[in-house]
């Protein structure tokens, strides 16, 4: 039934800083928007992280409480080092999950829960 992620949403007080921050992150700029919503293309598949101003957020939104998505890293300790540094605060730190598996999160400045990780079955999955 599920396919495969389509797009990720995240919610921002202030849109405008929101862009700014994950352009940096990212290293590039949305390809789409519009009022009120950014959307980046980012990865290997070309996800899409969408962000939307929290006016529109329904009520009753989660914030940090909410899931995390975890993005295919190569190195985890480094990118969670660098959202460190561009102002994410610690959510988890960098854990070693056995079999290769390498988790850390953080909280984006606009209050969302943002995942790193090295995963060996999205390699496996990418060599094909």
Same mark, same amino acid.
């Given at each position: ?27 590039? +700029?949305?390809?789409? +928007?519009?009022?009120?919503? $950014? +959307?980046?293309? $980012? ?8 962000? $939307? ?19 295919? =890293? ?27 598996? =390498?988790?850390?999160? =953080? =909280? ?9 990780? $090295?995963?060996?079955?999205?390699? +496996?999955?990418?060599?094909?």
């Amino acid at each position: 039934m599920l396919r495969g992620m389509a797009t990720v949403s995240f919610w921002a007080d202030d849109l405008t800083a929101a862009k700014e921050w994950y352009s940096g992150v990212l290293g590039l +700029e949305p390809y789409f +928007e519009r009022p009120g919503y $950014i +959307e980046f293309r $980012i990865g290997d598949y070309q996800q899409e992280l969408g962000i $939307i101003d929290s006016r529109y957020a329904p009520t009753g939104a989660p914030g940090a409480a909410g899931a995390i998505l975890y993005w295919h =890293v190569d190195d985890v300790a480094a990118a969670f080092e660098r959202l460190l540094a561009l102002g994410a605060v610690a959510y988890q730190p960098v854990t070693e999950r056995g079999g290769g598996f =390498v988790t850390a999160s =953080v =909280v984006d400045p606009f209050g969302n829960l943002l995942g790193v990780m $090295i995963n060996p079955h999205y390699l +496996e999955v990418l060599k094909k």
